[in-house]
């Protein structure tokens, strides 16, 4: 008797723990990622602008044939999208909701048919060549917020990865 009482505070001790900690947690998360790379910026923003780029250094799209891509009638700027599907199993859309010349492009990023995030890319001129940095922001509601320090750990590599991509595609 006296063991299931001490499992049950220790259960609404865990549950109270875990409630308080995300009602502290923010619930909007931001991860973003920057690197240096030797390109004009008009070269990068082309890359990234222009949707039927993606393919030659995106890891997510590069990589795997089994990927299945549909575009939009509009590929490059404001409005272009593509759609992707895997072994119908999984599918996605991305969409570009702006672009400003060699300064940015915004991107909306559907995982099946709820899921939504921004992703943002900037193109920064340096002595060096371009600072291209990804930055995504997306919501997570309460009481999962909680989770939402592990997402920079969970996404940030993929973001380094993509920047890679791009830099080994673009470099000079």
Aim: aromatic content about 14%.
């Amino acid at each position: 008797m006296l063991s299931a009482y001490k499992i049950g505070i220790g259960f609404i001790s865990f549950c109270s723990l875990f409630l308080i900690s995300a009602a502290i947690m923010p619930t909007k998360i931001t991860v973003q990622r920057s690197l240096l790379i030797d390109a004009n910026s008009s070269i990068l923003f082309e890359q990234v602008n222009n949707l039927k780029n993606w393919q030659q250094w995106m890891y997510w799209l590069s990589a795997d044939a089994n990927i299945n891509i549909q575009y939009s009638n509009i590929t490059s700027g404001p409005n272009a999208e593509f759609e992707w599907s895997k072994n119908n199993d999984i599918s996605g859309k991305v969409k570009i909701r702006e672009s400003l010349t060699n300064k940015s492009v915004t991107t909306e990023i559907y995982n099946g048919n709820s899921a939504f995030s921004s992703e943002k890319w900037f193109f920064e001129e340096s002595q060096e060549g371009t600072i291209v940095t990804l930055k995504r922001t997306f919501e997570i509601s309460f009481p999962f917020n909680v989770f939402g320090p592990w997402q920079d750990e969970v996404i940030g590599p993929s973001f380094e990865t993509a920047l890679q991509g791009l830099k080994t595609f673009t470099a000079r």
